[in-house]
């Protein structure tokens, strides 16, 4: 049995319960737990978030480089569109939505209190056609 456990992602905000609520919608998760100062998700396959309260945070600035990327969320979309639409209507908003090179289509948003995450779309696993 391993020593140390993955637990949960945690993301400092001066709002948790309001972060909580982006996070909830976006990923179609239940509230697992709260407190005063924080509140945790778990999303229907498993994946584990909490918020914390600080009220010194401060978003990330990516893309530029002074308090530029500290870490980031990624998750994967079956379609890039609809599920855009669904984190600007959450009250996200596009970092950067050009199409990624390579295998993979990516897109980067910032959720209400600015922490960066990509949605990303894998290639098809189907057999190629002639």
């Known amino acids: 049995m391993a020593l140390v456990k993955a637990g ?17 919608e976006l990923l179609e998760a239940e ?8 509140v945790e998700i778990r999303g229907a ?3 584990r978030l909490a918020f914390r309260r600080d009220v010194n ?6 893309p530029r480089p002074e308090n530029s990327l500290q870490v980031h969320l990624d998750f994967v ?13 959450l009250g996200g908003r596009p970092l950067d939505t ?7 289509e990516e897109r980067g948003y910032a959720d209400p209190a600015g922490h960066s995450f990509t949605l990303r779309r894998t290639s098809s696993t189907a057999p190629k056609q002639g």
Do not use: H
């Open 31 to 38: 509230q697992t737990d709260a407190t005063a100062n924080r």
């Open 77 to 89: 979309v079956e379609d890039l569109d609809e599920a855009e639409r669904r984190v600007v209507g």
């Open 8 to 24: 949960v992602v945690v993301l400092d905000c001066v709002e948790p319960e309001m972060l909580a609520v982006f996070y909830k």
């Open 45 to 47: 396959d498993g994946i």
């Open 98 to 104: 050009k199409d990624a090179a390579g295998p993979f």
């Open 57 to 62: 945070a401060t978003p990330p600035s990516w």
